[in-house]
């Protein structure tokens, strides 16, 4: 193999001579910060299993708290809200409260700021709701038109419900937009989201699409630099009925950075169809140490997962 | 892990041995918080640098892909199964998040001309090695032209004095491809390089 000179053309400069630069003081203090408020996550109560004693306990203690609730709730604190500025047009609110909904016209851009993890470009012909401003969690409901994510914070703190999924935030910025049956495409741009609609999930990394269809939820991600024809086949495969000729395209239009959008089809397709997406899969990017073809063809999911990490820094 | 010659482990104030690094690799698993800040205070410059000199001396970027490399090490430490050497991991760590940095904000890449680059070149401040700064300036103003594919093997190569092995597992391709790149990335580099002297000596 013919080796490029040993010394570069860097003039008096050497190699591994280059300064080291010194990383300034303020990434450790938002690395904390990211920490402690993964931290806050990590202390939530999780439920317990109770005895039927303990339970009736519960109950009663419950009747005789209604009381005092009724009285709380007469003096309650403000619900927690979250602040709104105007991008464009005549959007008149300064803030949304938990409940509340804020809804744009043809002419109108706002900015919400999601704690102190966000922001949400709200783009004309939205109608959004604040559902949780908690400190674990941070949600919004989407009830049509476009908006625009960018959050720093811990995976799965901040969520936007959508007629037809879920996306969940994994560290990132993103668009999402949908229409009032839950037709839509998700687009990230910035780290990953997980789309989840009655347990099923498509991860979507940055760079990549992913379509939503009323009753199915999210489809198969892909690319955005994809072929037009697997971006079709991908179409008419999740939400049409393009079965078998469809899968041809998709398996046949793959590279290797489509191994996203066929790790999500091993769990997708039918299971005779399995075997030629796996094929496809490793004729693309060998199968890593660890994975185990028949565990794949099984559909394992510490073995889907294995892949997938791989894969990933194909992504 | 390396134990001379290396800025993984020197040039930090950080002289880490191999249990050391066992130790604290473990402690982070457990999900301790000292063992993290060790292992940051061990690799934070090195990082940070490898990223400065990928993102066109951008300290934003390189400040935003630090504190991702870390966020990622810290979540993605249990798939570290020690088969490779720690190093080896940070460094695809280093190399995916800038990629994937670069991808992001590939509208604000900047393949600069050499009039700018020699703006960005001119040395800021007027210490006693500034002749040096000033090399360094341009050589980074250099990297800077470099498209990302080309710019991150040299950035390992001669920032981290990494072998074309080393390069190759970093960025997940082989030897020979690291070759080819990095042959390429010397033309462009003497090109750019002739042009800035050039441009520094009409000023």
Redesign the interface.
Not at chain 2, 44 to 49: A, P, R
Not at chain 2, 157 to 161: K, M, N
């Given at each position: 193999?013919?080796?490029?000179?040993e010394k570069?053309?860097?003039?008096?400069?050497e190699?591994?001579q280059?300064?080291?630069?010194?990383?300034?003081d303020?990434?450790?203090r938002?690395?904390e910060a990211?920490?402690d408020a993964r931290d806050v996550r990590d202390t939530r109560v999780l439920p317990r299993r109770t005895s039927l004693f303990a339970a009736w306990q519960w109950a009663a203690a419950s009747v005789l708290t209604i009381g005092a609730v009724g009285a709380w709730y007469a003096t309650r604190p403000e619900l927690p809200s979250w602040q709104v500025s105007r991008l464009e047009g005549s959007a008149a609110v300064d803030k949304i409260k938990v409940g509340d909904w804020l809804q744009t016209d043809g002419n109108s851009r706002a900015r919400i700021t999601v704690g102190d993890i966000g922001v949400v470009d709200v783009e004309p012909n939205t109608r959004i709701r604040l559902v949780a401003a908690s400190p674990t969690e941070h949600r919004l409901t989407l009830a049509r038109g476009e908006i625009s994510a960018t959050v720093s914070a811990p995976?799965r703190l901040f969520l936007v419900d959508t007629p037809a999924s879920t996306a969940v935030d994994l560290?990132c910025?993103y668009k999402i937009k949908t229409d009032e049956s839950g037709d839509g495409v998700l687009r990230v741009?910035?780290g990953w989201v997980s789309l989840e609609w009655k347990g099923r999930e498509s991860l979507v990394p940055?760079?990549a699409n992913c379509r939503t269809r009323s009753g199915t939820g999210p489809g198969t991600p892909y690319f955005d630099d994809a072929s037009e024809s697997l971006q079709q086949a991908l179409a008419a495969f999740d939400f049409g009925k393009g079965g078998e000729e469809s899968l041809g395209t998709i398996l046949l239009q793959a590279r290797v950075r489509d191994t996203l959008s066929l790790w999500h089809l091993l769990s997708r397709v039918e299971p005779r169809d399995r075997v030629r997406v796996v094929d496809r899969m490793v004729d693309l990017v060998p199968l890593p140490t660890g994975v185990a073809r028949e565990r794949a063809l099984q559909l394992d999911p510490a073995t889907l997962k294995s892949w997938r990490?791989e894969l990933a820094?194909?992504w | 892990m390396k134990k001379s010659?290396r800025?993984a482990v020197q040039?930090?104030g950080a002289n880490l041995s191999d249990l050391e690094i066992n130790e604290i690799v473990e402690g982070c698993r457990r999900g301790d918080?000292e063992a993290?800040?060790a292992i940051?205070e061990a690799y934070?410059?090195?990082?940070?640098?490898i990223a400065?000199?990928f993102f066109h001396g951008d300290?934003t970027e390189?400040?935003d892909a630090?504190?991702q490399v870390?966020?990622k090490l810290?979540?993605?430490i249990g798939?570290f199964r020690g088969d490779s050497e720690f190093s080896t991991w940070l460094h695809?760590l280093v190399v995916?998040t800038c990629l994937?940095g670069s991808?992001?904000s590939k509208s604000r890449e900047r393949f600069a001309e050499p009039e700018e680059m020699a703006r960005i070149a001119d040395p800021a401040s007027q210490g006693e090695d500034m002749e040096?700064?000033e090399?360094?300036g341009?050589?980074?103003a250099a990297l800077s032209s470099l498209p990302p594919k080309l710019r991150m093997p040299?950035v390992l190569?001669?920032?981290?004095?990494l072998s074309?092995a080393e390069v190759g597992q970093a960025l997940?391709c082989s030897?020979?491809t690291v070759?080819s790149r990095?042959?390429k990335?010397?033309k462009l580099?003497?090109e750019k390089?002739a042009k800035l002297r050039e441009v520094a000596t009409r000023r």
């Open positions: 193999m013919k080796m490029p000179d570069p053309p860097l003039g008096p400069i190699p591994g280059l300064p080291l630069e010194k990383a300034p303020a990434i450790w938002s690395i990211a920490l995976p560290g910025a741009t910035s940055a760079g990490e820094w194909k | 010659g800025r040039g930090n918080r993290f800040r940051y934070k410059d090195k990082v940070y640098s400065l000199y300290q390189a400040g630090t504190q870390f966020l810290l979540t993605s798939s695809r995916n994937d991808r992001r040096r700064q090399v360094a341009r050589v980074q040299v190569r001669y920032f981290e004095e074309y997940q030897a020979g070759a990095l042959n990335g010397h580099l003497a390089l």
